[in-house]
């Protein structure tokens, strides 16, 4: 999949009104650093490659992606851009509003970034009428099925899970080096007073090293299975 494609849907207005769907999804990525060997943008290709395998199993209108989020963590690294907590907070509102108008009631967030705090309680406020995915159950469910090595604590950026989504679904996108990059910092007591410089040099929390595409595809996988549970929650009529 060529990843400059991840940011666009090629559908027309003839087909969002012929799949009449009930439920959107939008990716919300990031541009923060990623270490030395994935790119900016990691956060936001993984949102939108989990997107797409949703789209292409269950009947979702498929959105192009939040591209910058919350990564105030990241600042000290250069390439990282971030938004506030309360611009991305009315950037979802206004989408979800917008598609109400359209016909669209329900609106699914697939977070690809865990600093986006915020979308939990955008989430909240909706009464049903958001999702946010994927969940603690699911991410856990994902990893055991795909022989995640690393904690999910551990693994917390351009780790085990990230790189080998990547390596799966756009391993033009990793750089050489991971496989010499591991870094664990699994006591964090201040991460969000100090950010993410105050416990690695590289950027990288987790170990890449144990990635593998095979591991990718299996995440990407069970993900989407998952996800079937969200669909039925938010639209029991849908199949």
Not at 168 to 182: F, I, M, Q, S
């Amino acid at each position: 999949m060529d990843p400059l494609r991840l940011e666009t849907t090629t559908d027309t207005t003839i087909d969002a009104r012929n799949r009449a769907a009930r439920v959107a999804v939008l990716p919300v990525g990031s541009f923060e650093q990623h270490g030395p060997f994935l790119p900016l943008a990691t956060d936001t290709v993984i949102a939108c490659t989990i997107a797409q395998e949703i789209a292409a199993a269950h009947p979702v209108q498929l959105l192009p992606p939040v591209t910058i989020s919350c990564s105030h963590e990241h600042a000290a690294w250069a390439g990282t851009v971030s938004i506030s907590a309360s611009t991305l907070y009315s950037v979802v509102r206004d989408i979800a509003d917008s598609l109400r108008l359209s016909g669209v009631p329900r609106l699914v967030l697939v977070n690809g970034h865990g600093g986006n705090y915020v979308l939990a309680n955008i989430v909240q406020e909706s009464l049903g009428g958001m999702a946010l995915f994927p969940g603690l159950p699911e991410l856990l469910r994902a990893r055991a099925a795909a022989g995640l090595r690393t904690s999910i604590d551990t693994d917390m950026h351009a780790g085990e899970l990230e790189t080998s989504i990547l390596l799966h679904a756009h391993p033009e996108l990793v750089k050489a080096g991971y496989e010499t990059a591991d870094s664990v910092a699994d006591d964090r007591p201040h991460l969000l007073t100090l950010g993410v410089a105050a416990y690695t040099t590289s950027g990288v929390i987790g170990r890449p090293s144990l990635a593998s595409a095979a591991k990718g595809k299996a995440l990407l996988a069970s993900l989407v299975e998952s996800f079937a549970g969200y669909l039925t929650a938010l639209d029991p009529g849908e199949p």
